[in-house]
């Protein structure tokens, strides 16, 4: 494997460990504020389709953003009005919001588009185009740092730069901001943010607005930057290898970034290595695919330490002695 | 000496805080009834009450915690609304619940900032209230470790981070709820010279709490309530613990149960030495030692939360302990896999619990699976090997609830669905048709209604008088001289002395309820007060 492989295959990983990265800050806010969100599949997917779309017909990829945002709000706010105010299940709200989306966009998308449950192919403006950072052409002859900042660190989309900056923001406002140190504190012990006298239920519905801003932007990636348009099913999953994520990384932003760099990796390894020749043996491309999955699954088993989730959350607040 | 003329000087002020015509309803629950109440700026006032009288709902409410459903709130002679926590710390009200309000991964520094960050950042907060917590520090013996997470420190240092909270806020009137209850007699020494440090800086200060020694200790005045009303304020000096322990208790007409002379066999149930730590490391049992003959009643007097729940506990079976029970002679374990509910009832051991919703019942279960829990294992209930004889445990409950006047005599309704006093009768049944040697009944009565508790109470002596020996457990005076043949008081974890129910009266149980044991000079009192007043002498002198 030479430099060149190594650097595209690392270029891959940060491409596909952005929407995941997005996805498991998202879902970070929310359960930092005690409400657990298994519903970051669907938003992202009402994201991706209402990105495409909106990007499809009005030839904007801003646009296209603002409604993916904005769509993957509209599902933040129903699990907020079911599991803050009406204090519902949130797991089952959450299942609710996946379902909904599942479904809803292929439905839309059919009658909208008629093409089989399909955006058109986003073109030009429509679409996210790479960046190319400031001398990434003439640094790019020089040794081992030029081509890693020309092909690794520069000529990715926006959205790219933006789900990385968020990673040192979100460490900055949970333990650095007085909104990080109530959100702390309301997923943990929310009688004593209320005794404190601040609003329990504007915290949590403030944090799972943030969620809903997080998984649009993951979303609007997935389908205007990553590829181009919408397909069914597109998320593939990705909202909940992101709760993975954010369990291997005990809800922490900076062991976020590491956990989804290494699904990242292992989907970008999977992609470029089809068939795996190991001695004699073949280990054929379903494997590979499979192994983001296989891994989830060992460290939602509890293979990685302990995890202690925030202590308050999936349980609504109600006041009580 | 200049704090005494402010206290003098503050008596004719406005009061710091005055209720009036206060009434909070849960459901059905009449929690405080047209409560009214004047405490003096510069005062320690004492609100006594036992469990569940209302005392923690009052206070909750002046909190901003709950909504009165009506009354007036005045705060220094202003009427003052307090719609929620946020008002209450506005008007310079600051409350240590009895179970605090702290964020158990957080520093002290973090807690104590939480809701009054100066700005968005967190940065000049934290500096200003790590300046702030070491002069309160000195000022008042609040000594904690402002980085020290809330998970690591004690009971009692918790504790002072929630006054630092409270104080913080700029607090001028302290509300602290049952605040020695987990404490050990050291750290709460160590609270009463704090308070009198706040008292002396003119901070008023509400304790409640159900220990009149503590009343007497520290406080000026002190107020009685009982079942959601306020029965009296009396000025601390000229009362005494048996005076309030009476109004605590009620002065209501005996229950008087028709009963026969017992007539005791054999000892059934022995207890040597029996000692219990809680899961807090607060010893809730200090070598308690008794017995239980056949055919008589034990009644345990004592005021809620003095180790009479764990006793019940530690017999029933679903609490270690160590020490020595006997039961009709033979050794019971009481730790490791022998020791639970299942193997006592093997040893003749009835338990019909305090909280019959939480421990003696499943709400959501019908009558007919209440009536063989626990005892699901028996033979006669089974089919075959793998299915259980649902229609004959069906007849079998039904038989029994008409036997104990269960209504409605429905063994498919769910257990939620009756009354308390309906509920308990399943329990008592479900206990009593097995005909054990020794029954343990925590609470019989309690939230029970007038109609259910003559029958609950016969149903109990007509056991006894079949032979069977019976512990009762009660936090109710009346029911504990009508019913019992023997009487124990348990203060504190020990117990305080035994009398015959025909020999003693409800003011002597009272003050060996309060730990008192002579009525002619009560020693403990004077150690208490002596130690408080050697105490809060260099507490004083930075401010003389």
Known sequence: ?321 | MPGADTAEGRQTAAPAIELRGISKAFGPVQANRDISLKVMPGTIHGIVGENGAGKSTLMSILYGFYKADAGEIFVGGQKTLIPDSQAAIKAGIGMVFQHFKLVQNFTVLENVILGVEEGARLKASLAKARGSLKRLAEEYELNVDPDAKIEDLSVGHQQRVEILKALYRQADILILDEPTGVLTPAEADHLFRILDNLKAEGKTIVLITHKLREIMAVTDTVSVMRRGEMTATLETATTSPEELAELMVGRKVLLRVDKKPAQPGQTVLEVEDLHVTDEDGVARLKGVSFHVRAGEILGIAGVAGNGQSHLLEVLGGVREATGRIRVNGQDIDLTGKHSDGRSRRARGIAHVPEDRQRQGLVMAFKAWENMILGYHHDPAYQKNRFLMDNAAIRTESAASMQRFDVRPPNPNLAARNFSGGNQQKIVLAREIERSPDLLLVGQPTRGVDIGAIEFIHQSILDLRDAGKAILLVSVELEEILSMSDRIAVIFDGLIMGERLPDETDEKELGLLMAGITDTEAPPDFETIEAALDAAAGPGDAPHG
Request: with cysteine; proline share 4%.
């Open chain 1, 1 to 321: 494997m030479d430099f060149a492989t190594v650097l595209q295959v690392l270029d891959s990983t940060v491409r596909l460990a952005t929407p995941l990265l997005l996805a498991c800050l998202a879902g970070l806010f929310s359960e930092r504020s005690g409400i657990f969100d298994i519903g970051l599949e669907g938003k992202m997917l009402f994201a991706a389709f209402f990105s495409a779309a909106i990007a499809a017909v009005t030839g904007s990829v801003w646009l296209g953003l603002l409604a993916g945002i904005a769509s993957s709000m509209a599902l933040a706010g129903i699990h907020g009005l079911a599991s803050i105010t009406f204090r519902g299940n949130q797991l089952i709200s959450g299942v609710a919001i996946n379902f909904l989306a599942a479904g809803l966009t292929v439905v839309i998308a059919q009658d909208w588009f008629q093409q089989g449950g399909r955006t058109p192919s986003l073109l030009g403006g429509a679409r996210f185009g790479p960046l190319t950072l400031p001398f990434a052409e003439t640094l790019r002859d020089v040794p081992v740092f030029g081509p890693i900042y020309h092909d690794l660190i520069s000529g990715h989309t926006i959205l790219v730069y933006v789900a990385f900056a968020m990673v040192p923001l979100t460490w900055w406002v949970l333990y650095r901001s007085r909104f990080g140190l109530r959100l702390r504190a309301v997923g943990d012990a929310p009688e004593a943010v209320d005794t404190a006298g601040v609003s329990v239920i504007r915290m949590r519905f403030t944090a799972v607005a943030i969620c809903g801003v997080l998984c649009g932007v993951a979303g609007a990636y997935l389908a205007t930057a990553l590829q181009a348009g919408f397909v069914k099913d597109m998320t593939a999953g990705r909202g909940y290898i992101a709760l993975a994520a954010l369990i291997f990384s005990k809800w922490r932003p900076w062991y976020a970034l590491s956990a989804t760099l290494l699904f990242g990796l292992l989907q970008a390894v999977a992609l470029r290595y089809q068939n795996i020749e190991m001695g004699g043996f073949v280990l054929p491309v379903q494997v590979m695919d499979a192994l983001p999955y296989i891994l989830t699954v060992v460290i939602l088993a509890g293979f990685v330490g302990r995890a202690i989730p925030p202590r308050a959350g999936g349980s609504p607040y109600v006041k009580e002695q």
